[in-house]
């Protein structure tokens, strides 16, 4: 394995020290290294990867120093359109490292939202005209394929991409941890404070990561079956959109967004959409820790900004924010006995601590059957 401090500092001797993107697992202790040692005005976490492709674009106009992006490489999708209609030697001919986390290579053992990812993820590049190297974990041939895509950018103005595999980084532990906020309540209780609020003919969309986790052990512990849960297991970010879609169809019932902060931001203008649609039947609720708690803790704008006032801006009816189990009990008693008496749709934010447990467990179905059973539920 290399060091972050090793991979770092290299680029840094090329020149390059502007860092974007959306953190990811494979790229944790990379991510983790940057935020110590870069300021916040060269290391933005970005709302979506196509947004950091923006920032990037935009150092490199300012400055004519190559920039830097990474992502997992679920987020490629996200770049496509920048790739082609930006940074493109067609269009503007814009520089930029591509730094890749590769979740689901072929032969590695992955979940199943990675798996056809995995597949495509140099395919992408290939079809986008994309030159990349797998970075090896050696540090003297890692130090010549980052020299080599350095000195191809210098010469094409074209992009470049160094595609990470998994434990291609040495840990690194990340030191700005600091915050002003110590919210008492886990977001696996308030999970499990809600879901034990719905009523019987309810179904919840849950977002990526660690809210479907845990939205999934609580139901197993429980013993209760999965069939009223849609399980986000990718697409960040879209879970509202989802569940918009399930509500429009099925007004009858009480549809629930379990989303993140992290997600909620990258793709924000979803929630115009879901206001505009007046869904009487819509609760969204934001498990807010201000962190990507699934890929390292990396930190998100989610406690630094107002996602209640975000809401009803764009025209949530009702909103809410509780920062303990107590109010949260509360707002859901009324939402059980009152419901109709409210506006919809309701956004409800609770803000909760950061961390997880670390036995917990992943989904034990596959996709296809979350989905038959979801859909098998929401005929009767």
Not at 166 to 171: A, G, H, M, V
Not at 310 to 316: D, F, H, P, Q, R
């Amino acid at each position: 394995m290399i060091s972050p401090k090793f991979f770092y500092d290299t680029l840094a001797n090329c020149g390059i020290d502007f860092y974007a993107g959306v953190p990811d697992s494979l790229l944790k202790n990379l991510c983790a290294y940057i935020t110590d040692h870069a300021d916040a005005a060269h290391n933005i976490i970005a709302a979506n990867e196509g947004g950091a492709m923006g920032l990037a674009a935009g150092h490199y106009l300012a400055t004519g120093h190559i920039p830097v992006v990474y992502m997992q490489n679920s987020g490629e999708g996200n770049i496509i359109n920048p790739l082609a209609s930006l940074t493109d030697p067609d269009v503007y001919n814009i520089p930029v490292l591509l730094v890749i986390g590769w979740r689901g290579k072929p032969g590695v053992h992955d979940e199943p939202q990675h798996v056809k990812q995995g597949k495509v993820t140099t395919g992408l590049l290939n079809v986008m005209g994309i030159d990349y190297t797998v970075l090896s974990k050696e540090e003297d041939k890692a130090e010549a394929q980052i020299r080599k895509a350095v000195a191809h950018m210098q010469a094409t103005r074209q992009c470049y991409a160094l595609v990470i595999e998994k434990d291609t980084f040495e840990n690194y532990q990340l030191n700005s941890q600091s915050s002003i906020f110590n919210f008492q309540l886990s977001r696996e209780e308030a999970i499990q404070t809600v879901a034990a609020a719905l009523g019987e003919k309810d179904c919840i969309v849950s977002t990526t990561g660690m809210i479907s986790r845990e939205l999934f052990e609580y139901r197993t512990v429980k013993n209760e079956g999965h069939e009223r849960d849609f399980l986000t297991v990718g697409s960040m970010g879209h879970a509202s959109q989802i569940a918009l879609g399930i509500a429009l169809a099925k007004p009858d019932r009480r549809v629930w967004c379990f989303d993140g902060d992290g997600a909620t931001i990258m793709h924000m203008g979803s929630m115009a959409i879901v206001a505009s649609k007046a869904p009487k039947n819509y609760v969204h609720v934001v498990f807010n820790n201000g962190a990507h708690d699934s890929v390292g803790g990396q930190p998100t704008v989610g406690l630094k900004i107002d996602l209640p006032a975000v809401a009803k801006a764009v025209g949530y009816k009702t909103v809410y924010s509780v920062d303990n189990k107590e109010k949260l009990e509360e707002i859901l008693s009324i939402f059980n006995f009152q419901f109709s008496i409210f506006d919809a749709p309701v956004f409800l934010e609770v803000k909760v601590k950061k961390g997880n447990r670390k036995d917990l467990g992943r989904p034990t179905t596959t996709p296809i059957q979350n989905k038959e059973a979801l859909m098998a539920f929401l005929k009767k």
